[in-house]
């Protein structure tokens, strides 16, 4: 465990994931700020509990909501100097409220040296940007001060300091160690990779599996199916992989296989929930409006199917997925589809 005792982190966003993290955080730092623009869930953090994303758990003490910029400030007055930022953004807000709500203030920090670590996943679908694309475009000349973190990490268990082992990537060897340090806990540990294509891409990539393997099981597929997605998710997510310069042996990792594995045969997974309610008929729209909760592989499809389309990928569980979420398709007819090609041309999908 970490025995350096920071002095304070800023997340912002306080999603699921984000909330998550600022426990982590609060181990190692004197305070935690969450930078939150909802008057609604700054009065929940108040209160020491975040039940619109995570209900029923109570929050570390030292976790302090910031509903503006100049509150952050205020709360950082007497010493207690920034040494972290955490962007818990989700995927389709990413440019938006970086550029706009958080740019000036996010720069002062750049320019001070602060390292960022962003938790973002998925793939921008008008722009095919990752995240990494996304944040260095706007904040150029400081791409050594982020980093990137992926893996397999369901926040409820991150909260319950079940052992948590993710990726952190970046392009500078002293930033990645940095943040490591400042994230790593008896629980929760970070490993440092330069590959921030290969994580990014498995984070991303892994939530339009999830909703494949959730589809599957409201079906009435089972361990046998799930198994065969399981390795041809790899294989797809390898093609990709391979256009976008990653590493294949990230999607190996704990970023790929790890995170893969997780939300496929999880129970936890938003995206592979969303993927059994489509398989009772339900429509996209209609479940994405009945939750708050963001289910990063809806958008992800899209995206993916536009990379696939624009460097000719071979991805036909993708491009399954992406038919049934946009073109209406009938997933029982798109599964069987896929089955009977894998057959006809045998090979798996």
């Known amino acids: 465990m970490n025995t350096k005792q920071y002095n304070t982190a800023v997340v912002l966003a306080a999603g699921t994931f984000g909330s998550s993290m600022a426990s982590v955080l609060s ?156 994230l790593n806990t008896n629980y929760f540990r970070a490993f440092p990779t330069y590959d921030i294509k290969g994580v990014l891409l498995g984070g991303a990539l892994k939530n339009v599996l999830a909703i494949a393997a959730g589809i599957l099981e409201g079906l009435g597929y089972n361990h046998n199916t799930r198994a065969a997605l399981i390795t041809a998710g790899i294989s797809d997510m390898l093609r990709f992989g391979q256009v976008l310069n990653a590493r294949p042996e990230t999607f190996y990792g704990l970023s790929g296989m790890g995170d893969l594995i997780l939300t496929t045969t999880g129970t936890l997974s938003r995206n592979k929930w969303f993927g059994k309610e489509l398989a009772k008929g339900r429509s996209p729209e209609e479940i994405l409006s009945s939750q708050r909760t963001v289910v990063e592989g809806h958008q992800t499809s899209k995206a993916a199917e536009k990379l696939a389309q624009k460097y000719n990928i071979k991805c036909r569980i993708f491009n399954g997925v992406y038919r049934i979420l946009y073109e209406n398709k009938n997933p029982h007819s798109v599964i069987e589809e896929l089955l009977s090609y894998s057959a006809k041309v045998h090979t798996l999908f």
């Open 27 to 182: 181990n190692n730092f004197k305070q935690v700020i969450v930078k939150v623009r909802s008057p609604e869930l700054y009065q929940t953090l108040q209160k020491g509990a975040n039940p619109l994303y995570l209900p029923g758990i109570k929050l570390p003490q030292n976790i302090t909501p910031a509903i503006s910029w100049e509150e952050v400030s205020d709360l950082t007055q007497s010493n207690a100097h920034v040494e972290l930022i955490v962007n818990g953004l989700p995927s389709h807000a990413l440019s938006l409220f970086a550029e706009k709500y958080h740019y000036h203030h996010i720069l002062s920090y750049l320019e001070r040296g602060i390292p960022i670590v962003s938790l973002t996943k998925g793939i921008n679908q008008h722009n095919l940007k990752l995240p990494d694309d996304i944040l260095f475009d706007l904040f150029r000349n400081y791409e050594d001060l982020f980093t990137f973190l992926s893996g397999p990490s369901y926040a409820e268990e991150i909260i319950e300091e079940q052992i948590t082992l993710v990726s952190l990537a970046g392009k500078s060897r002293n930033t990645i160690i940095n943040v490591a340090n400042m």
